[in-house]
């Protein structure tokens, strides 16, 4: 399977942070969820990927496209979308439009306004005047309006109402449904979207993916159990991941659900992605290499 975004072997640091050791590789034609704790290097990640931070090591590719040493041809394949407004909100948006279109061979400015009447946007109004919900629409227009390969999203639903991120879900799965090839890479802390478009998961903790795992595979093989006080042992502890003390006894993730589903001495249920933030514990190597899992490196 061709990829889309190949990262290898990146560190990158900043004061008091650093990203370390990161390789990942995001098939074409995919959605990939990117979760973390807050802190976890989402958001450095990100501005690795797109050029605004350079790694101090390691490489990002873009199809076979380096972006280190092809800048303009790399930056060309992506679509960008950060967590608020990243043009000048007192402009309008058809003066941003016109600013934005010639640095991109690709950009249809028919295909521009026909997404902002979609979308039910005014050009002439200035963004700041946009609501949260209409300045995603807005910087996805310009996106749309180009034949991005790859769309980078941090954040993007963060202080939208459901119903609005709702609609932004359906906008990516549009965009996907356009082109089979093309690939989204979603960071989000509302797990509840990636539940309904993502293929594939990549957790990171303290500056490290951890986990990269299809979600499919995911919601088959990974739980969370209840264990009572006077039931945990050796064994069963050795099969949870992230155990929490709880009034009743012991929570824990378990990547081995089938060895507790006919078990009477537990309760078990199916895992969610939340419930990778929820028992990740954040404190460092041994529980990363308990959860690693890249079928892509």
Do not use: C
Not at 38 to 50: C, R, V, W, Y
């Amino acid at each position: 399977m061709d990829n889309a975004i190949t990262v290898k072997d990146m560190d990158v640091k900043l004061n008091g942070f650093e990203l370390k050791d990161i390789n990942l590789q995001v098939p074409k034609g995919v959605v990939a969820g990117l979760i973390g704790r807050n802190g976890a290097g989402k958001t450095t990640f990100i501005n690795a990927l797109t050029d605004v931070y350079i790694p101090a090591a390691g490489s990002v590719m873009y199809g076979d496209t380096e972006l280190a040493k092809e800048p303009e041809k790399a930056k060309a394949k992506i679509g960008v979308v950060y967590d608020s407004l990243f043009y000048p909100p007192a402009y309008k948006a058809e003066k941003i439009a016109k600013i934005v279109a010639p640095f991109y061979e690709d950009f249809d400015m028919d295909k521009w306004k026909s997404y902002m009447e979609k979308f039910g946007l005014d050009p002439k109004k200035q963004v700041g005047q946009y609501s949260k919900g209409m300045q995603m629409k807005f910087m996805l227009s310009l996106v749309f309006a180009r034949n991005a390969e790859v769309l980078i999203l941090d954040e993007p639903t963060a202080g939208m109402d459901p119903a609005a991120r709702a609609e932004l879900m359906d906008m990516i799965q549009e965009f996907m449904m356009e082109n089979e090839e093309r690939t989204v890479l979603f960071s989000t802390h509302i797990t509840s979207d990636l539940d309904k478009i993502a293929d594939y998961v990549v957790l990171m903790e303290n500056g490290r993916v951890v986990l990269v795992e299809e979600k499919d595979e995911l919601m088959l093989h990974y739980g969370v159990v209840q264990v009572s006080k006077d039931k945990m042992t050796s064994e069963i502890k050795d099969k949870i991941i992230g155990v929490k003390e709880k009034e009743f006894g012991y929570t824990g993730l378990t990547k081995d659900i089938a060895y507790f589903e006919d078990r009477e001495d537990v309760k078990v249920r199916r895992a969610i992605i939340e419930d990778l933030l929820i028992y990740e514990d954040g404190k460092g190597e041994a529980q990363s290499a308990e959860l690693k899992r890249n079928p892509y490196v």
